[in-house]
């Protein structure tokens, strides 16, 4: 039998009254005060977790409460009882600041690793189980969007339009033992003087070319090249992926925040999100050697992508919407990876 001392709060009542407590080894709850007392058994009451030097309570399913300063009499109390483990271990923990300073650590570390490398394989799986009808309505939102904003401009030069056209069916010759025809590739040009040379691609099969990209280029090898890298995002989902990943370090951040009634708001500005995220300097990379890779093996040689790129890097219009190939690896770093594509036997 445990005897415990505190206060009592009558439900119903703002009253308070010293009370005393019998507590037998199955749980129950004997409660005397005034001239009067309650029984509850082990069923009928829930105890709160220790917080610091704070009082123990109990709750009771009645709504009445109990309230005592007596912690080592309480703790005796809590040995009795199946749960009485856990919340010696929290109080252990709380009561050690080394401890706690450790677990939390251990929780930033497990949340970076995990965004870090498990969110990628997350991402990756997840983008190509993805329907095809909901990657194009993604994307055709996406298109939208941006020629709401007025960066995009209808295109009327028949020249350019069967120029870029040619490119990009060679391309797709060039890549066809790689292509996925669950996608739907479909070239778009369109006149953008706010944008200046770049093309992109949306995550359905859809790839946009501006007419100033299309005039950059020197030859019809270097738009090749850059539609295969755009092919490439396509073929690896690079654009859901991206997607996701960024919903996940959202996602993260709500939960550690406990604001996760957020999360509806990010749900309606996904296609938003499609054309504005960029791509990892890695996919940028892969999409690269990719690229070089098929022109390699095709015989044009990965020199048309070299010139495409510094053409690129020297002709980026210097406003924040186009720069694009500011989270793109340097030009030297890609040239030297796109180099030692030829040197591989």
Same mark, same amino acid.
């Given at each position: 039998?445990?005897?415990?001392?505190?206060?009592?709060?009558?439900?119903?009542?703002?009253?308070?009254? =010293?009370?005393?407590?019998?507590?037998?080894?199955?749980?129950?709850?004997?409660?005397?005060?005034?001239?009067?007392?309650?029984?509850?058994?082990?069923?009928?009451?829930?105890? !709160?977790?220790?917080?610091?030097?704070?009082?123990?309570?109990?709750?009771?399913?009645?709504? $009445?409460?109990? !309230?005592?300063? =007596?912690?080592?009499?309480?703790?005796?109390?809590?040995?009795?009882?199946?749960?009485? #483990?856990?919340?010696?271990?929290? =109080?252990?923990?709380?009561?050690?600041?080394?401890?706690?300073?450790?677990?939390?650590? #251990?929780?930033? &570390?497990?949340?970076?690793?995990?965004?870090?490398?498990?969110?990628?394989?997350?991402?990756?799986?997840?983008?190509?189980?993805?329907?095809? &009808?909901?990657?194009?309505?993604?994307?055709?939102?996406?298109?939208?969007?941006?020629?709401?904003?007025?960066?995009?401009?209808?295109?009327?030069?028949?020249?350019?339009?069967?120029?870029?056209?040619?490119?990009?069916?060679?391309?797709?010759?060039?890549?066809?033992?790689?292509?996925?025809? #669950?996608? !739907?590739?479909?070239?778009?040009?369109?006149? &953008?003087?706010?944008?200046?040379?770049?093309?992109?691609?949306?995550?359905?099969?859809?790839?946009?070319?501006?007419?100033?990209?299309?005039?950059?280029?020197?030859? !019809?090898?270097?738009?090749?090249?850059?539609?295969?890298?755009?092919?490439? +995002?396509?073929?690896?989902?690079? #654009?859901?992926?991206?997607?996701?990943?960024?919903?996940?370090?959202?996602?993260?951040?709500?939960?550690?925040?406990? =604001?996760?009634?957020?999360?509806?708001?990010?749900?309606?500005?996904?296609? &938003?999100?499609?054309?504005?995220?960029?791509?990892?300097?890695?996919?940028?990379?892969?999409?690269?050697?990719?690229?070089?890779?098929?022109?390699?093996?095709?015989?044009?040689?990965?020199?048309?992508?070299?010139?495409?790129?510094?053409?690129?890097?020297?002709?980026?219009?210097?406003?924040?919407?186009?720069?694009?190939?500011?989270? +793109?690896?340097?030009?030297?770093?890609?040239?030297?990876?796109?180099?030692?594509?030829? $040197?591989?036997?």
């Amino acid at each position: 039998m445990i005897e415990l001392e505190g206060i009592l709060y009558i439900s119903g009542s703002s009253q308070s009254f =010293d009370a005393s407590v019998s507590v037998s080894e199955s749980g129950t709850f004997v409660i005397q005060f005034e001239n009067d007392s309650i029984t509850y058994s082990s069923s009928q009451y829930e105890i !709160e977790p220790k917080l610091g030097l704070s009082d123990r309570v109990v709750r009771f399913s009645d709504g $009445t409460r109990f !309230e005592t300063k =007596d912690h080592e009499a309480f703790s005796n109390y809590e040995e009795t009882i199946q749960s009485g #483990g856990f919340f010696r271990f929290v =109080d252990w923990m709380e009561s050690r600041w080394p401890v706690a300073l450790g677990s939390i650590v #251990g929780v930033v &570390a497990f949340v970076f690793v995990f965004l870090e490398y498990g969110m990628p394989v997350v991402a990756e799986y997840v983008a190509f189980e993805v329907p095809q &009808a909901v990657r194009r309505a993604l994307s055709e939102r996406s298109l939208d969007s941006i020629e709401q904003y007025g960066l995009l401009e209808e295109s009327y030069s028949m020249k350019l339009n069967r120029k870029s056209t040619a490119a990009f069916e060679r391309a797709l010759a060039l890549a066809e033992r790689e292509v996925d025809h #669950g996608f !739907e590739y479909e070239l778009r040009v369109f006149k &953008a003087p706010s944008i200046g040379p770049n093309a992109f691609a949306l995550p359905s099969g859809i790839v946009v070319a501006t007419e100033e990209f299309v005039e950059l280029c020197e030859n !019809e090898e270097q738009a090749v090249a850059v539609f295969l890298h755009e092919i490439a +995002h396509v073929e690896l989902q690079h #654009g859901i992926r991206s997607l996701i990943q960024d919903a996940g370090v959202f996602l993260m951040a709500s939960l550690a925040l406990g =604001d996760l009634s957020s999360l509806g708001g990010m749900a309606a500005s996904l296609p &938003a999100l499609a054309l504005e995220s960029r791509y990892s300097q890695s996919f940028e990379s892969e999409a690269d050697l990719y690229a070089g890779r098929i022109l390699e093996e095709n015989g044009i040689g990965a020199e048309a992508m070299k010139d495409i790129l510094i053409l690129l890097h020297q002709g980026a219009p210097d406003i924040e919407f186009a720069q694009f190939l500011s989270t +793109h690896p340097g030009l030297k770093k890609r040239i030297e990876a796109l180099d030692a594509i030829g $040197t591989v036997e």
